[in-house]
């Protein structure tokens, strides 16, 4: 398999660090509003790049964060009268019925950043006493990038060109700094906002800090892959590797994607010119799989343009798919139980083939776009070879294969079973059997399996409270 290494600007053969397992951290959404389209791009790329290595047999261990602190939630907080967990609460909630619905699979852990506070505070401080950070006099503590050699490695910018592009910028709150580009990684509270204790000042952190410590805690000093959207390359994830890599002492994460942006007809999005959709607004006119098929329509480095034209078309390719996948699934209840004969056999071969078409181009840095048309070369073929008179077995074999690898890039073939009430309750008893009992992996796993069928827990005072999505 080979993956395009934002580090090295080259496709590069994919060696995990353990056999057989894969460690992955995508950075995740702001949850200050419902997520936007573009933030379903990272969602969508990222889950298909897990799915395909689930179904190559790896084990995925994926972390993906929602940053639950930050100005825009705060200022949401604000306008509302209310606290800033209130909000971050309401659209992690909203973010995860969004990924329900577009089949993006829950991260083995999403951890946020308030929960996580005493991590960035020890990471801060070995930092500090490493040299590679400094505390000003307000209680801001900076990250020293000229200490760091390797500053620049990732987005391949020169830290002198840098500095020279830095010096010109003058932000106030930010004079106790030794040098224009070093970044903060804890700041002083300001007057009605959510703020922890620390050696430094009251304060909370900067933005970057949070990535590096829940790779860390969740999967270790070194992953294998670290991704998102090509606007986090610089500065986020350049900061992330100095801070990750000043404070461990290790190479952080070895392979480094980055989606490319969605633009809407060919504009970038923006509230202010109007064109900004959010995946919810999407799903009152598409069934999300619509949204889904159309990005893994493009290779996830290039730039995507939506459009209602564009639409138009994902929905129609998509259509075929599942007709015939459903055409298949009425024939295996009708057709015969005979030998498949040798017309069947020579059609087996030739889907096996497409499989590996459609492998090949998975294993060309997720070329899913030529995935897909391997895909429709497969209904094609199984629209004219599969009939009245075929085997049942030819025509579940077609089937299977169809179902497979549609799973792998997240699309669903049949609806989705309607769960009882009475089910999902049994699920629910038996998390909150695991959690009196302390067993917490059962229990998420549990919460997990829930989210999966679309239904969401809250845990209130007067006990689980539970919806679907
Ligand atoms: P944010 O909440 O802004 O931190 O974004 C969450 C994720 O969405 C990051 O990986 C961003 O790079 C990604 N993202 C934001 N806007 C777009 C866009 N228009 N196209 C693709 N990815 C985006
Ligand atoms: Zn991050």
Request: overall charge negative; some cysteine; aromatic content about 10%.
């Amino acid at each position: 398999m080979k993956i395009f290494n934002t580090l090295s600007r080259q496709k590069e053969e994919f060696v995990p660090l353990e056999p057989g397992k894969v460690k992955m951290y995508v950075c995740g959404p702001t949850v200050y509003n419902f997520i936007h389209i573009g933030n379903a791009r990272p969602m969508i790329v990222f889950d298909t790049v897990r799915r395909y290595f689930e179904y190559k047999g790896y084990e995925v261990n994926y972390v993906s964060n929602f940053t639950d602190v930050d100005d825009k939630i705060i200022k949401k907080a604000i306008e509302e009268g209310v606290d800033a967990e209130t909000i971050s609460k309401r659209y992690i909630d909203e973010c995860k019925k969004d990924m329900a619905a577009m089949n993006v699979k829950p991260a083995t852990t999403h951890p946020l950043a308030t929960q996580e506070i005493c991590g960035m505070l020890d990471m801060i401080q070995t930092l500090i006493d490493k040299g590679y950070a400094y505390a000003a006099q307000d209680g801001t503590v900076y990250y020293r990038t000229k200490s760091f050699p390797d500053y620049g490695k990732l987005s391949h910018k020169n830290l002198d060109d840098l500095q020279s592009g830095f010096r010109e910028i003058k932000v106030t709150g930010e004079e106790g700094k030794e040098d224009p580009s070093d970044f903060v990684l804890w700041k002083p509270k300001k007057e009605g906002e959510p703020f922890w204790e620390s050696p430094w000042c009251q304060g909370r952190p900067g933005w970057h800090i949070e990535c590096s410590v829940m790779s860390k805690k969740y999967l270790g000093d070194q992953i294998d892959i670290h991704a998102g959207g090509e606007d986090l390359i610089f500065p986020h994830h350049e900061n992330e590797i100095a801070q990750s890599e000043a404070a461990n002492g290790k190479q952080f994460a070895t392979y480094w994607m980055h989606n490319a942006f969605l633009n809407i007809d060919n504009k970038k999005m923006s509230k202010s010119l109007g064109n900004f959709f959010t995946v919810r607004e999407i799903s009152e006119k598409y069934d999300l799989q619509v949204l889904r098929f159309f990005m893994l329509s493009a290779h996830y480095r290039s730039p995507l343009n939506f459009s209602a034209d564009l639409m138009e078309a994902s929905k129609n390719g998509l259509e075929r798919i599942l007709t015939c996948a459903g055409r298949l699934r009425d024939l295996e209840k009708t057709s015969g139980d005979k030998p498949i004969s040798e017309e069947e056999q020579a059609n087996l071969a030739a889907m096996k083939e497409l499989t590996a078409k459609y492998e090949a181009a998975m294993d060309d840095d997720f070329n899913t776009a030529d995935a897909i048309s391997a895909l429709f070369e497969m209904v094609k073929l199984a629209n004219t070879a599969a009939g009245e008179d075929s085997s049942r077995e030819f025509v579940s074999r077609l089937r299977r294969e169809i179902d497979t690898l549609c799973d792998v890039l997240g699309i669903l073939t049949e609806k989705k079973e309607e769960v009882l009430d009475s089910e999902i309750e049994e699920m629910i008893a038996a998390r909150q059997q695991a959690r009196k009992e302390k067993n917490f992996a059962l229990a998420d796993e549990i919460r997990g399996k829930l989210q999966e069928m679309g239904i969401l827990l809250e845990d209130t005072r007067e006990g689980v409270k539970w919806k679907r999505a």
